[in-house]
């Protein structure tokens, strides 16, 4: 290649690797279902902090959480109350383009604190039981379900418990939220 007078083509080139740069740290953590257009899906839980309170999400009980943004950014939570606590709150990352939830089992063990893998479910798609102890859990205990029946009867043996659609929970949230 050979330079024009003033050396603007080679001053150009210099310029590639640092074009370069921006373009692949700004793909880095990103999602790639979120660029193509096709349907998100949770990811696994691996090393992630939360992006409330910092703790390590995988070494906390379910269920937990998982945003994706509209930019591709994802923002895991070790607690169903961290991640309505991130959702009041706006986001440098977005419109909130999906969120899941861990869902319980219907073996029992759903107050016993579990460390392990659960399901993922979009939130929109479990059901919650809010009012229950239980142990190990900062602030507020949200258990999520996949099936209302289940949630029914975790609330049912539970003076004081509530059943709840996403958009309740939240609502219940800003409610107690407000009244402190």
């Not at 001053?11 to 660029?35: K, M």
């Amino acid at each position: 290649m050979k330079a024009s007078p003033g050396g603007r083509c080679c001053g150009r080139l210099r310029r590639w690797p640092l074009l370069l740069a921006l373009v692949l740290a700004a793909a880095c953590g990103r999602d790639e279902g979120a660029a193509s257009g096709t349907a998100p899906a949770p990811a696994a839980i691996d090393g992630q902090e939360d992006a409330v309170c910092g703790m390590v999400v995988r070494e906390q009980p379910a269920p937990r959480a998982q945003v994706l943004h509209a930019d591709g950014e994802r923002a895991f939570f070790c607690s169903l109350g961290d991640l309505l606590v991130y959702l009041s709150a706006p986001s440098p990352h977005g419109a909130v383009r999906a969120v899941f939830v861990e869902v319980l089992d219907g073996d029992g063990r759903s107050l016993t604190p579990q460390t392990g893998p659960h399901p993922w479910r979009r939130a929109d798609d479990a059901v919650y039981v809010v009012g229950v102890a239980r142990r190990g859990i900062m602030g507020a205990a949200v258990l999520a379900y996949a099936d209302a029946a289940l949630a029914e009867g975790v609330a049912a043996a539970h003076s004081g418990a509530q059943v709840r659609d996403f958009a309740q929970l939240q609502q219940w949230w800003r409610a107690r939220q407000a009244a402190r």
